[in-house]
């Protein structure tokens, strides 16, 4: 398993578009990929899980990939959250 820690910076946080474009980008991988932020963990790969979390600007996010390609998908996660500009990783 990895985990890896985000900071949103983005001033509208993670809204519909760009939580979409994340949701695809898990949904390409075989892994489990979860997703916890505001202590509640979702499944990164359920469009309406992601939007439940209500993800602000500076919220601190956890992203853990776990099974066959984890390594790829967390790359896949965390270049698509940089190129988005939608935060940082901490």
Known sequence: M?????????ETGIHA???????????????DITLSALKHEVDFKSIMGVMSLG???GTAIEVKCDGED????????????????LGKEV
């Open 2 to 10: 990895i985990k890896k820690y985000f900071r949103i910076t983005n």
């Open 17 to 31: 578009r760009p939580a979409t474009t994340l949701v695809n980008v898990a949904m390409e991988f075989k892994c």
């Open 55 to 57: 993800i602000y600007s």
């Open 70 to 85: 984890e390594a790829e998908a967390m790359k896949a996660i965390g270049d698509k959250i940089l190129s988005l500009g």
